[in-house]
Every structure is written in structure tokens, then in C-alpha cells.
């Protein structure tokens, strides 16, 4: 009985011991814990912790989102030809970033970035990790900042929700995060890299697929009309921009239109129905800024 | 009898003292940003901070948190800059050099990352990288976007909702 308590005495002097050193430093603590504990070291142990570690697509980290977002930008500008214009393009990241601060993301692994993509096209394109784009086609159309502010609103609402990650096959997801679950290397030897570098073209085409050739369901692309009004109505923009941008697109069936934004959308007036509501609920939402509309036509006015 | 169940108190007691100190333990997730003075954007900067650098959580506001960095500097940092370092009780058992949190995997760089990249790149010559690199060297800063603000009457300076 005796020497039971001392044992017990003592095993807590030593508990009381790995306590300290568990506050000192976690990583020692981890690993008192791993001796301590039973561990079965084979491989599909630690496949299946991966799993249970990371198991949607919010679990993708920001740094991997840059490098998914970078790839699709480049398949994205590998497809339109840049509108290269410093002074347009400097403008449109200064809305773009005006609009980002106010956002529900204001921080993004390498910031938001704008771009303008010359096509007639009537189109606005957010690639994962905060790189947009937006059509001279679109710009054209636009009639003061508003209009264009909102619109970037809708792109940066698409990269707050991560709906081009959700994109990203379930299955594919799967596969991706028992392999990097189970790899304990920083760098990739050639086997385990020609591997990823397939999970990664898969998961490129299905986010490009969804962005340009197929468009966000329809729940999305509400989801993001709500964001830029939220968004866009906390910058001082005036929210109605993105509606009275819509209804410019009402009965349009030219080439343009039909290509771009609205082939991928609910119908605009569909959209303008769900937007003011949206804006109902604001109260008195801002107004437009003269100063705003001069400045906007400065950038935007000599397209060509 | 009393030395195992002594042993798994002392164990629940330890893993409950990891699971505390991993709730206020942050990691930063962005490529750079800044601690500041108060809890909003154009406030004073008072450290800059790289991805990976851990923070400690004093406090948390709208938003925003209240931390204190490695060499002792306290301030205020968006919420959307960090995640927070998880340790997974599932996990204990293996060598947590191998396991993958959203957190530790950013730490260490893994999961898709610059070479995986390169290898895509040398395989898909439609894809132009060097567009994107140009589009990310354009770069606005903090001060030039409330200055925008300011000219815009729009922010703090208007009517923001």
C-alpha cells in the first residue's frame, strides 16, 4: 500500500515535471506525450489522420490557394491578352483594393490584384487567392465607379465564400490531402511529385471548368450579389451600382453579352430582384459621389 | 490499481493543458502583413510579420485580435491573416512532424506549393506565368488606397454603411 502511494507520489512529481515542460514548450510536450502514449506506425494510420486533419475545402491553406489561384490566372491570361493600360490598371486596384479592406477578407496570402483582359467579352473572372479580372468589354459598359466598384464587390464576395475552391471534386480533394497527409518531406522526390503535379491539373480543370465554361451554380453567384452589397455599402459605395449595371444586360443578345458574365449567371433580372431586397435591408443605403463618377470617367473614358 | 489511473489523470490533465495553450497559439497565413495600433487598417503599423511566425492571443474585437509576437510587441491583426495552430488529438500518436493541419502545413510549405508549380509549368506551356507575375508586381499600398478613399468620399471620409 505503502510503496503504491510512493510510486503514485513520485509519478506525479514526474507528471508535475512534464507539465512545466508542456508549457515551456509545446513540442517537447508532444513529445513526453508520444512516448507516453501507444502509437501503430504504419502508413494508413497516417493517411487516415490526414484525413481526419483536413477534410473540406476550407481546410486548403491560404498559401495553397495562392499557388491554385496563380496556375488558374496563367490558364486564364494563357486564354485574352492583357488591356495594357498603367494608369486603368492602377485605378482598377485602387477600387478593387478600396473595396477588399471592407470585405469579410480583407487579408489574402499575396493581396488582391485587378487586372483588365481586352476583349469585347462582357466579363468578370476571380481566381482563387484574390487575382481579378475584368473585361474592356465589361468597363465599357459600366457608366461611373459604382457600376464597377460593385462588380469587383461580386468578384471579391466569390473569393471571401472560396467558391472557386469549392469547385475542387470532393473525390479529388480526398486523394489530395491523404497523399500530403502522409508525406513528412519538404521537398518532393520525382514519384511523389509527378503525383501531386496530376491532383493539381485535376483540380486546375475543375476550377477553370467552372469559372469559364461551365459558371457558378446559381446559389453562388446570389451568394456573391449579397457580399457586394455588404461589402460595397461598407466601402460608401453606392449598392444599387451592381443592379443598374444588370439591367443595362436586360434583352442584350449580342455576342458579347451572351459570351462572358451572363451566360454563367441567373438572368439579370433575377438577379436585380435578390439585390434589392438585399438592399432593402440596408436602411439608407449610400449614394453616388459626382467626384467619384468624374474620376472614374478619366480612366475608363478613352478606351479603346 | 492507483498507478495507471494516476498515469491517465496525468495524461488528460496534460492533454488538456496542450489543447489550452493551442486555442490561443496563431499562426500567421498571409505572405506579409502588418501588427497594428488599434484594431483597424489604416492604424499606425507597429511590426511587420512574415507567414509562419507564431502569435500569441491577447484579446479579440470585431474582427480582430489582439496579439503579442515572438519579441514581446503587442497589437492588432484582421482575423482573416491568421489560423490557428491545431494540435489534433488524433494525431498524438505519431511523430507530429508528419501530420498535416491547415495550420502546420502552411508552417512547413507542403501541399502545393513553388515546386509543384515548376513541374505544372514544364508540362503546360498554354499556361502564362509570366502574365501573372506581372500582374502581381502592381501593387497598391495601404496609404494609397485611404488616400483614394479620402478623394472618393467614401470609408471614414463618407457615407460607408
New interface residues.
Partial sequence: MKA??V??VS??AL?FA??IA??SA??Q??G???T??????DAK??IE??Q???NSFA??????E???G??V???I??RYP?YRDDGL??YL???G??VA??S????????Y?F?VLDTDEINALAAPGG?IFVTKGLLRRCQD?EMLAMILAHEIGHVAAKHGLQAIKKSRLMD??AF?????V???GPQD??Q??AI??G??SDIVGQLIERGYDRQSEYDADGLAVKFG?????APDGIARFLATMVGDRSTAAGKGWFKTHPTPEQRIGQINKAIAG??????I?D??TR?FRQNCGSLK | ???PR??II??V???L??AT??AD?LVV???T?QIRKSPQ?FAASIATLK?GEKLEKVSEAN?WIQVKTASGAIGWI?S??V?AS???L??????????????E??L??????????A??RA??G????A??E???R???D?A??ED??K?????A?????
Fill in positions: 503504491a502511494r510510486g503514485a509519478l506525479a507528471g512534464a507539465l508542456a508549457c509545446i513540442q510536450a508532444t513526453v506525450l508520444n507516453a502514449m501507444a502509437r501503430a506506425d494510420t497516417v489522420a490526414g481526419k486533419l483536413r481546410d486548403i491553406t491560404e498559401e495553397e495562392y499557388y491554385i496563380r496556375s490566372a496563367a490558364l491570361l494563357g492583357v490598371t492602377r486596384n485602387l477600387v483594393n478600396a479592406v471592407f469579410d477578407r480583407p487579408e489574402i496570402y499575396a493581396g490584384h487586372l487575382m465607379e489530395a490531402f500530403l497527409g502522409a508525406q513528412a519538404q521537398r518532393y511529385l509527378a501531386l503535379t493539381f491539373e483540380v486546375l455599402a461598407r466601402t460608401g459605395f440596408l436602411g439608407t443605403p449610400p449614394g459621389e467626384v467619384r474620376r | 490499481m492507483k498507478k494516476s498515469f496525468l495524461l490533465a496534460m492533454t493543458s496542450l495553450a493551442a497559439l497565413s498571409v505572405q502583413t487598417f507567414a474582427g484582421h482573416s491573416a489560423v491545431k494540435f489534433s488524433q494525431a498524438m500518436n505519431k511523430d507530429m512532424k508528419t501530420q498535416a493541419t491547415a495550420g502545413v502552411a512547413a510549405g507542403k501541399g502545393f506549393n513553388s515546386q509543384v508549380e513541374s505544372y508540362k503546360h498554354e499556361a502564362n506565368f502574365g501573372v506581372a500582374m502581381l502592381t501593387r497598391v495601404l494609397q488606397v483614394f478613399l478623394k472618393g468620399k467614401l470609408g471620409f463618407g457615407g460607408a454603411k
